[in-house]
C-alpha cells in the first residue's frame, strides 16, 4: 500500500500527449555552431594561484591570537555590592528625568 501511492502519483505525471524533446529546441538554437571548446590549462592555473583572501586569514589569525591573549581588565573596586548600588542610584536618577 506503501510503495503504491508513489507508483500511482508516477503514473499519472506520465501523460501520453507530452510533445517529443526535440520539439523543446528552437529552430534558431538549432542553427547556430557548436561552440569553441578552449583549453582548461589557463582557468586551471588561475586556480592553483594564491588567493588574497589567504593573506587577510594569516593577518586575522594573527590579530585574533593577540586579542586571546590579553585580558579583561578587572572593574576598579573590588566591591561589587557597592559598585551594583551605584548602578542602581544611577537607574533610578535615570528613571526620575521626565521625557
Not at 582557468?43 to 589569525?61: K, N, W, Y
Not at 585574533?64 to 579583561?72: G, M
Amino acid at each position: 500500500m506503501i510503495r503504491t501511492l508513489p507508483l500511482m502519483l508516477l503514473l499519472a505525471a506520465c501523460d501520453p500527449n507530452l510533445p517529443p524533446v526535440d520539439a523543446a529546441i528552437s529552430a534558431k538554437a538549432r542553427a547556430q555552431t557548436f561552440p569553441v571548446l578552449v583549453p582548461l590549462d589557463a582557468i586551471l592555473a588561475e586556480g592553483s594561484r594564491a588567493s588574497r583572501a589567504a593573506a587577510a586569514q594569516s593577518e586575522l589569525q594573527g590579530r585574533a591570537a593577540a586579542l586571546s591573549r590579553t585580558t579583561i581588565a578587572s572593574p576598579g573596586t573590588g566591591d561589587l555590592a557597592a559598585r551594583g548600588r551605584r548602578l542602581r542610584e544611577r537607574a533610578e536618577r535615570l528613571r526620575a528625568i521626565p521625557l
